[in-house]
């Protein structure tokens, strides 16, 4: 039965995510730090083919759900792709036909076959749990099952052998099923994702397949709380409210366009970086994250250099959930929902199988320190019948995005709109 201590962590890493090898310009003072840390310049092994396709794959997928949950942008917004695609590549190993076709694509993997898919994801949760000492990075795959509801080894040995994926059968018609769940998850995620499974579990469902993304990561260049100042946060309808600004002073990397500023700030030893995209006055927060695909965020971050300016950045705590049912028919994984056509014959030799829900809860939590974050994707499977130079003030509706800075794998993706509870 799985269990927290199941749950893969590493103080180093988290998952690739773009085809840029980036290697930061920076010329000056840089913000001053908690002390030194060896700075992580390459990544340990060359990417593989397969590996970047993947990559590329994810952060398509990323800025796919970012258009089709933020456009428009009406309210906060937290997600992790890299754990959607997770939970959704495990679940596609138990599909046939036009319904793994459809989940091939709308996770963007293109003509890859499922043993490449399969094999580059090993491959990168081996490298991302690897890079970074001073991060905590932790991902955690489970599948359970009702009582009696056949399964077929294939898949469990598959999804065990590249997912490190624990299986246990449960009863879910007792109330105990739920709790077990629920606790694999808060404790996969830190604490922070209490309950991602109903109580009671309906009885038409037969599976869950979930990830669990963890994220705990101090800044390279730490924020002074001493300089920490509440002041007003603009809306887009013209009215403000108050948010607590961290400010830093230094060379950073920053890039401005006519569109936008951004800012790229680094935690540890700089192979994972939060990238703050803010628009230009008069340029809705919609209009740039309609204009962002994995070509345009690879030469948004490429475009950095070393500059320095004076940054405030609101400090925020939020939680967000979203159900992706509706995002991932949009992308044209049609079948896999309806009764009638979805095929999860690898999976299963019952019929009648579809996948019922799609749901992820997240967690971030920004302040001086760093940042702490967590999520957790399940899929549900159902049974039918059954200072000088720049300055950037953050102070109106903004994009952020956790990255794994070397290979470019985006692990979160975020928009503040308005000041989250506990700011």
């Not at 037969?206 to 709380?225: E, H, R, S």
């Not at 013209?238 to 830093?248: I, V, Y």
């Not at 979805?342 to 809860?361: E, T, Y």
């Not at 001086?368 to 159902?382: D, F, L, Y």
Request: aromatic share 10%; charged share 20%; proline share 6%.
């Amino acid at each position: 039965m799985p269990t927290p201590s199941n749950t893969r962590r590493g103080r180093r890493g988290a998952l690739p995510a773009g085809l840029l090898l980036l290697t930061l310009a920076a010329c000056g003072e840089s913000p001053t730090g908690p002390g030194h840390v060896d700075e992580i310049t390459e990544l340990p092994r060359q990417l593989t083919a397969g590996e970047i396709e993947v990559i590329g794959a994810s952060n398509r997928f990323a800025f796919d759900l970012l258009r089709l949950a933020g456009v428009p942008a009406v309210e906060n917004l937290f997600l992790s792709p890299v754990s959607a695609s997770m939970a959704l590549g495990m679940t596609m190993n138990g599909t046939a036909g036009e319904t793994f076709s459809q989940m091939r694509s709308a996770l963007g993997f293109g003509d890859l076959s499922i043993e490449e898919i399969d094999a580059s994801y090993r491959s990168l949760i081996d490298l991302l749990l690897g890079l970074d000492p001073t991060v905590e990075m932790a991902i955690g795959n489970s599948v359970w099952s009702r009582s009696g509801f056949p399964v077929r080894q294939t898949f469990l040995d598959t999804v065990k052998q590249y997912f490190d994926a624990e299986a246990a059968e449960l009863d879910f018609s007792t109330p105990a099923a739920p709790d077990r769940i629920n606790q694999w998850v808060s404790g996969a995620t830190g604490g922070k994702i209490q309950e991602i499974v109903p109580k009671p579990i309906p009885g038409y469902v037969v599976m869950y397949l979930i990830n669990a993304t963890y994220f705990k990561g101090t800044w390279t260049w730490q924020f002074d709380p001493k300089d920490t100042q509440t002041a007003p946060f603009h809306l887009a309808d013209g009215s403000t409210e108050s948010m607590r600004f961290m400010k830093l002073d230094g060379t950073m990397p920053y890039r401005v366009t006519d569109r936008y500023q951004a800012v790229d700030l680094p935690y540890g030893g700089k192979a994972f970086s939060m990238t703050v995209v803010l628009p230009a006055a008069g340029v809705d927060l919609s209009e740039v994250v309609a204009s962002l695909d994995d070509a345009a965020w690879t030469d948004l971050t490429g475009g950095f250099l070393g500059t320095k300016g004076t940054l405030w950045l609101p400090r925020f705590q939020m939680s967000y959930e979203r159900v992706l049912n509706d995002d991932l028919k949009a992308l044209g994984m049609v079948d896999a929902f309806d009764d009638a056509l979805a095929d999860f014959s690898p999976l299963s030799p019952a019929q009648g199988l579809f996948i019922s829900n799609v749901l992820q809860k997240s967690w971030v939590a920004v302040d001086e320190k760093g940042t702490e974050a967590a999520a957790a994707t399940s899929v549900e499977v159902g049974l039918t019948s059954a200072g000088g130079g720049f300055a950037m003030r953050v102070d109106r509706p903004f994009l952020f995005v956790l990255r794994e800075r070397l290979s470019g794998t985006i692990l979160f993706v975020g928009e503040i709109v308005a000041p989250p509870e506990a700011s």
